[in-house]
């Protein structure tokens, strides 16, 4: 119950909307195709560790398995000059409409997370980046009720990026 009241106070809070260059992607999103995610997810993360040395790629596999997190739904909008996103039951993130590689929080071990938003006539994009790699966030509006969810993990510990898209609808 606490769940579904926290869901319509956000989605009130985002109501201002991220809609200045033509695309709508403010409000709730919910996965599709839930049944194949998982295994999109392991093909992605297989094929990065598949170029990784034979005696990292058993250690590297949990930690790239534990960057794909699946959101069973997106609430996205903007309030008060920020863009908001928030995973599930997770803790909202924002990030100014005006960042530019600019600190905009610190992990939860200290490690400083500098972040710029960019945002086109069909997406919003999130850099997230810190001395561990850069993690690129892209929300493409397909449709009016369709999202294009996709990640793009780079590190100079990976010998490729890590890419994975997953497809929303609009509740």
């Known amino acids: 119950m ?21 695309v709508d992607l403010d409000g709730q999103w919910v996965l599709q ?8 997810l392991d093909v992605a993360v297989e ?3 598949q ?10 596999r949990p930690v790239l398995k534990k960057q794909t997190q699946i959101c069973q739904q997106w609430l996205l909008g903007v309030q008060e000059k920020q863009f908001q996103w928030q995973c599930d039951d997770a803790e909202v993130d924002t990030i100014p409409l005006t960042a530019s590689a600019e600190v905009i929080k610190k992990d939860e071990e200290g490690v400083e997370i500098s972040g710029t938003y960019q945002q086109t006539s069909d997406s919003v ?12 966030n892209t929300w493409k509006q397909v449709t009016d009720s369709e999202l294009l969810f996709t990640v ?13 898209s997953l497809t929303y609808k609009k509740q």
């Open 2 to 22: 606490n769940r579904l009241i926290g869901v319509g106070v956000l989605s009130v809070a985002l109501s201002s909307g991220v809609q200045a260059a033509g």
């Open 33 to 40: 195709d839930a049944d194949s995610t998982q295994a999109k």
């Open 47 to 49: 094929n990065v560790a």
């Open 51 to 60: 170029e990784m040395n034979f005696f990292i790629r058993a250690l590297a």
């Open 125 to 136: 994009v999130v850099i997230l980046e810190s001395e561990r790699g850069k993690r690129t």
């Open 152 to 164: 793009k993990l780079e590190s100079e510990k990976l010998p490729t990026p890590l890419t994975w």
